[in-house]
């Protein structure tokens, strides 16, 4: 039996959850709503203020879908209740971020500023021109834009310039040895 996938969900007061057709489950909180499509293989039982994750057999696939799916459903409520967030570190002469509206405007040493639009649920906040935090509900977007702002400037490991997670640390490497 998988240790996650046995483990109940509770939920807070001010969420509502339901199962449609089609095995989706909804979720509704404060700070929005969320749905996600669980594996056919999967049963979700609604239990007054928990929500059970039971699998209908003991084949692979079941037991791969099982922790994964009341995975899935504690992010949905812990997003609608709390919302998740990415704080992204900037470091290097030069590079910096700032917020124009819904623009996300990073200068990275590249000959023209890097402009990127906040996807439908995402916000970003530039408390300093060196800081970048990804706000939303949903975990895996969130997760997902954070990594693309990274990906225009990953951090190198000789300097240690770039766009790095603020809890990634960088293995920093020695330069080339001079003559002797």
Known sequence: MS?????????????????DEGNV?????????????????????????????????????SRSAH????????????????????????????????KKGDLLVL?????????????????TEVPAPGEIIVRGINKAAVGDYAANIRAWRPPEPYKGKGIKYATETIRRKEGKAGKK
Not at 3 to 19: A, F, H, Q
Not at 107 to 123: F, M, N, R, T, W
């Open 67 to 98: 922790g994964l799916s009341r995975s899935l459903i504690a992010n949905m409520v812990t997003g609608v209740t709390a919302g998740f967030e990415k704080k992204l570190q900037i470091n290097g002469v030069g590079y910096r971020a700032e």
């Open 3 to 19: 240790r996650i996938g046995r483990m109940p969900v509770e939920v807070p007061d001010g969420v509502d959850i339901r199962v």
């Open 25 to 61: 489950v909804r979720v509704k909180g404060p700070k929005g709503e969320l749905h996600e499509r669980i594996s056919r293989l999967i049963k979700v039982e609604l239990d007054g203020g928990t929500v059970r994750v039971t699998r209908s057999s003991d084949d692979k696939d």
């Open 107 to 123: 200068s990275l040493g590249y000959s023209h500023p890097v402009e990127l639009q906040d996807p439908a649920g995402i916000s």
